[in-house]
T-cell receptor, first 116, second 113 residues
């Protein structure tokens, strides 16, 4: 199993408060991703990173920011949480090499976030 | 636009029977990857099998095989000899040339003893 941890695993917060979720990997993989999963949906990409300090937006990036100061850590921040951001958040990693068109993503255990 | 469609919201299958989970996709990219993931009730997302768009043969991983029909744009997952532990949500996903995974809504599979 890929060495991916997420913290916290569960969090309840109030509308308007900032929240930061952490993803940590021990695989030294280049790519890291943040997804959210909501009932009736597959996963939707929020942001991803293709290296230290290199990040890009995904399908549902509004209201979220990310940072990656080290290869092993990828942080997702909700600057001012809203009830619509209540969801399960998954981090994933992959190790696509230069010239490789695709690569498998491996997922962390998820963080259940509730915004009241 | 790229899209993944899983038309079976839920399925019941008798233990030890084979089961086919449907997945169709839409993309104009010539290079793409197709994935299946399993999500048991515990919530983790488990990679099962991968098929590349240029692969000539269908992918297999143990009891899992991927029935890849490129002209029909389908990538069905076949589980042989189903077990009670196969009960889970199953997601089909496609990675396009922008390196983003696009997911279907999933199929909930329940194996009956």
């Amino acid at each position: 199993d890929a060495g991916i941890t997420q913290s916290p695993r569960h969090k309840v917060t109030e509308t308007g408060t900032p929240v930061t979720l952490r993803c940590h990997q021990t695989e030294n993989h280049r790519y890291m991703y943040w997804y959210r999963q909501d009932p009736g949906h597959g996963l939707r990409l929020i942001h991803y990173s293709y290296g230290v300090k290199d990040t890009d937006k995904g399908e549902v990036s509004d209201g979220y920011s990310v940072s990656r100061s080290k290869t092993e850590d990828f942080l997702l921040t909700l600057e001012s949480a809203t009830s619509s951001q209540t969801s399960v958040y998954f981090c994933a990693i992959s190790n696509r090499l230069a010239g490789q068109s695709t690569d498998t993503q491996y997922f962390g255990p998820g963080t259940r976030l509730t915004v009241l | 636009a790229q899209k993944i469609t899983q038309t079976q919201p839920g399925m019941f299958v008798q233990e030890k029977e084979a089961v086919t989970l449907d997945c169709t996709y839409d993309t104009s990219d010539p290079s793409y990857g197709l994935f299946w993931y399993k999500q048991p009730s515990s919530g983790e997302m488990i990679f099962l099998i991968y098929q590349g768009s240029y692969d000539q043969q269908n992918a297999t991983e143990g009891r899992y095989s991927l029935n890849f029909q490129k002209a029909r744009k389908s990538a069905n997952l076949v589980i042989s000899a189903s077990q009670l532990g196969d009960s889970a949500m199953y997601f089909c996903a496609m990675e396009d040339s922008n390196y983003q995974l696009i997911w279907g809504a999933g199929t909930k599979l329940i194996i009956k003893p």
